[in-house]
T-cell receptor
Framework: EAQVTQNPRYLITVTGKKLTVTCSQN?????MSWYRQDPGLGLRQIYY???????DKGDVPEGYKVSRKEKRNFPLILESPSPNQTSLYFC??????????????FGAGSRLTVL | QKEVEQDPGPLSVPEGAIVSLNCTYS??????FMWYRQYSRKGPELLMY????GNKEDGRFTAQVDKSSKYISLFIRDSQPSDSATYLC?????????????FGKGTHLIIQP
């Protein structure tokens, strides 16, 4: 089944304890992206990657790192999590372009709580 | 400027009703317009896609784009309880969203059986 898989789905951690949210896609997509979703703010892009070893900042990159060493994986790293990073995180990938636009396939989400 | 306005709802209608969901935007550079549906505890999934102005129909769903008014709509005919979800509009400029889509905050739709 074609999908984007994120882990963990749920995580409670404490301020300052480094964590990584993994993302893997099995569709051979070149484009991958991370979004966070917050009540009243909607979905906002954190980082994206056009291909292996190519990453760029989105709208809210502060406090996050990413890497793209392999085509299928795009982990999101929080070096020193803070409570304002409590959110629902989505990884997405895109391979199909309709008339030139990316069509995103989203993972199921990772709910992160930072105490 | 990236800004998309969408009424968060909740919007509650009886089964079988026609539903109208709307977004307005301010950036005239937007060229690609999409609707995503998000069920509770799930990721968004693409529902409809439109390039530039015009209408597009897919089964019970119709997407409309009026670029002159900077207004897009999604109509759902013969609404079903399974249509209960949050509907997100999304749009991007001529780059096709390579630097990210701009999403509305979503409208929570409830179809009452």
């Amino acid at each position: 089944e074609a999908q984007v898989t994120q882990n963990p789905r749920y995580l409670i951690t404490v301020t300052g304890k480094k964590l990584t949210v993994t993302c893997s896609q099995n569709m051979n997509h070149e484009y991958m992206s991370w979004y966070r979703q917050d009540p009243g703010l909607g979905l906002r892009q954190i980082y994206y990657s056009m291909n292996v070893e190519v990453t760029d900042k989105g709208d809210v990159p502060e406090g996050y790192k990413v890497s793209r060493k392999e085509k299928r994986n795009f982990p999101l790293i929080l070096e020193s999590p803070s409570p304002n990073q409590t959110s629902l995180y989505f990884c997405a990938s895109a391979g199909v372009r309709f008339s030139g636009a990316n069509v995103l396939t989203f993972g199921a989400g990772s709910r992160l709580t930072v105490l | 400027q990236k800004e998309v306005e969408q009424d968060p709802g909740p919007l509650s209608v009886p089964e079988g009703a026609i539903v109208s969901l709307n977004c307005t935007y301010s950036n005239s550079a937007f060229q690609y317009f999409m609707w995503y549906r998000q069920y509770s505890r799930k990721g968004p999934e693409l529902l409809m896609y439109t390039y530039s102005s015009g209408n597009k129909e897919d089964g019970r769903f119709t997407a409309q784009v009026d670029k002159s008014s900077k207004y897009i709509s999604l109509f759902i005919r013969d609404s079903q309880p399974s249509d209960s979800a949050t509907y997100l509009c999304a749009m991007s400029g001529s780059g096709g969203g390579a630097d990210g889509l701009t999403f509305g905050k979503g409208t929570h739709l409830i179809i009452q059986p």
